[in-house]
């Protein structure tokens, strides 16, 4: 009995596993990366889909996590933007001290690195108070050791 739910484990994986992604997959991306509010027909007209399958590789590409969230990205003249590096206590594991940070308000990307600091937060926010309340809402995080911020004076 338990070898074969573990063989229709393995079917059920190599038949329903996602090939990598292709150039039209990776072009529908780049175009949302530049415009999140684009039509479906808007992108398949750029790609050479048709609406339905541009629908149905967004929906694909969200469902397996490649596509995580669509975002406003508000210019620095209308706002403030921050890259905060951070150290964590080791007795935390990282990826849950990770998922905490994300979870804060005007965190737009969290990495996870190596070398002197383990996390990378982005954050944007309307003004530089805004920033610097999720800061210190980062910092109150249990696991969060030490702190580094740089303003982004500039992007281009």
Not at 8 to 22: A, G, H, L, P, S
Not at 53 to 80: C, Y
Not at 122 to 150: D, F, L, Q, W, Y
Request: aromatic share 6%; charged share 30%; hydrophobic share 40%.
């Amino acid at each position: 009995m338990l070898m074969r739910e573990i063989v229709k484990f393995f079917q059920y994986v190599i038949t329903n596993r996602r090939q990598e992604m292709d150039e039209k997959d990776k072009q529908i991306i780049k175009l949302l990366k530049d415009d999140a509010r684009a039509g479906y027909g808007e992108i398949g007209a750029k790609v050479g889909l048709s609406e339905g399958a541009v629908r149905k590789r967004i929906k694909t590409l969200g469902d397996e996590g490649v596509i995580r969230k669509f975002t406003a990205k508000i210019s620095l003249a209308e706002g403030a933007q921050a890259i905060t590096l951070l150290a964590t206590n080791p007795a935390y594991p990282t990826q849950e001290v990770s998922k905490k940070i994300q979870a804060i308000l005007n965190v737009e990307t969290v990495y996870e690195v190596t070398g002197e600091y383990d996390i990378v937060a982005v954050i944007s926010g309307m003004n530089v108070t805004e920033v610097n309340e999720c800061i210190e809402k980062i910092r109150r995080v249990e696991g969060i050791m030490k702190t580094n911020t740089m303003i982004v004076l500039r992007s281009s």
